[in-house]
């Protein structure tokens, strides 16, 4: 296996895992005010830029994580951005078990 591809490899797991957990601590305790909205909109923007780059060159190891991470970074954004009432709906949606306080429901 190229080195490059490896090294490509792990780079692309490695942006994309390191939203998950602050996309379910979201979910989980319903609640973004530590959340930079102008660095997300930053992040947004650049993984959107990425894509299209990748899309362009037809370099799909460049699109499919970047498009992965431009998702979870528009999660992040987009749940920065909602009222609370809208924000505690889309966790409800995705983790109907947790309650705002973080606690499992009864």
Do not use: H
């Amino acid at each position: 296996m190229e080195l490059s591809l490896i090294i490509g490899s792990l780079a692309a797991i490695c942006s994309t895992a390191s939203f998950v957990p602050q996309a379910w601590k979201i979910v989980r305790l319903r609640r973004t005010t530590e959340i930079s909205v102008g660095m997300y909109g930053l992040t947004v923007l650049g993984f959107a830029l990425w894509t299209a780059y990748g899309a362009l060159l037809a370099a799909w190891p460049l699109v499919v994580p970047n498009a992965i991470c431009l998702a979870l970074a528009a999660f992040i954004l987009t749940m920065s951005l909602l009222p609370q009432r809208q924000k505690e709906a889309v966790a409800d949606l995705l983790d109907p078990d947790e309650r705002a306080d973080g606690r499992p429901r009864p």
